[in-house]
């Protein structure tokens, strides 16, 4: 497994990176045992939690991932692993803890407050690289930093970096750091697949020029990029329950997911796996990694058999015509999952 270095840090990681979101909903916790020794076994070093996970997130499961995690841990070398985890943060109302009379923001009480409840789960001293979920635009980001400065100097958490976060907040933030003084992101992770190809514009000139790493999640497209949803809505899978029982917001999400473009991208896509002799999910994860701004990319399981496509992604370059096709794809179907197909951050 190769490795690379994340921003400016210290911190070098595998550049595949193992999510978590499923760990205690979709994946019970010897289910999630069993995906995570698979991982380690083959060379990933690098996991990703976060405090609201598993998805979708609901009060009584809040922090259940991190325990799974937390317990997993026990059973190897600390100093084996690169923990990642995330503070909530705005939230988009995907979820709003029980503090503050139902706001959530990334002031320094939630931020302290956070670090110190994933620590007791994850069963660790320390977190290598902290996250803010989502973004507070309405925050000095100074304030931010500087909660997230104090737990650095006292080695709470080693390196910090941003989600779901623009190109002008990412910006606003590295400003602030260089003008305070204050510790830096040298993460942003971001949504970035085969139907979601933003961040290679605005958002990989800034990752190249300020050395910061993107940590691409959900390269499937949600599992689309599985060619599960080609025929029909699959029984089971979590945009098929947002389509049929969700709120208007996770039918929203859904629809941007699963619609002619984003279909018909998948379908293209998969003739050229085939070609190839691969899966198209060892397709859209080699794709992913081989751009020079990421440094890790995030896959997530259900099942442990599902660790074998990222497994045959982790030494796989595509070549020159094999990008050319692909590229060929995204000028005929230019970002399938906006409506209007342009590029938007």
């Known amino acids: 497994m190769n490795k690379r270095r994340l921003g400016k840090s210290g911190l070098v990681v595998s550049e595949i990176c193992m999510g978590t979101m499923t760990f205690g909903a979709q994946c019970d916790e010897h289910s999630s045992f069993e995906i995570l020794d698979k991982a380690y076994e083959n060379g990933i070093d690098f996991y990703d939690a976060a405090e609201m996970y598993p998805v979708p997130p609901t009060s009584q499961t809040f922090g259940v991932t991190e325990e799974i995690l937390g317990r997993w841990m026990k059973t190897k070398p600390r100093e084996t692993l690169i923990i990642a985890s995330k503070i909530t943060g705005a939230g988009h109302g995907w979820f709003v803890p029980p503090v503050r009379h139902g706001m959530t923001t990334l002031d320094r009480h939630q931020i302290v407050r956070a670090v110190e409840n994933s620590l007791k789960r994850l069963q660790t001293d320390y977190i290598d690289l902290y996250q803010t979920h989502w973004p507070d635009h309405g925050m000095r980001q100074e304030d931010t930093l500087a909660a997230l400065t104090e737990l ?172 050319k096709r692909i590229n060929q794809i995204d000028v005929e179907i230019p970002t399938p999952m906006t409506e209007d197909g342009l590029r938007r951050l």
């Open 152 to 323: 650095a100097n006292a080695g709470k958490i080693r390196v910090i970096g941003a989600s779901n976060e623009t190109c002008w907040g990412l910006m606003k933030n590295l400003w602030a750091s260089d003008l305070h003084g204050l510790a830096r992101f040298d993460t942003i992770q971001n949504n970035f697949s085969l139907i979601n190809r933003r961040c290679e514009s605005e958002l990989a000139q800034v990752c190249r020029q300020e050395s910061v790493s993107l940590l691409p999640y959900s390269p499937l497209g949600g599992g689309i990029l599985t060619g599960k949803y080609n025929d029909a809505l699959p029984a089971g899978a979590r945009f098929t329950d947002y389509l049929k029982n969700g709120n208007e917001r996770q039918k929203k999400m859904a629809s941007r997911f699963v619609n002619e473009r984003t279909i018909e991208t998948t379908r293209r896509c998969l003739e050229i796996a085939k070609d190839l002799g691969v899966s198209l999910p060892t397709l859209a994860t080699a794709w992913s990694k081989q751009h020079d701004f990421v440094a890790s990319t995030i896959v997530g399981a259900t099942h442990v058999d599902h660790m074998s496509h990222f497994i045959a992604a982790a030494s796989m370059v595509l070549d020159d015509e094999t990008i």
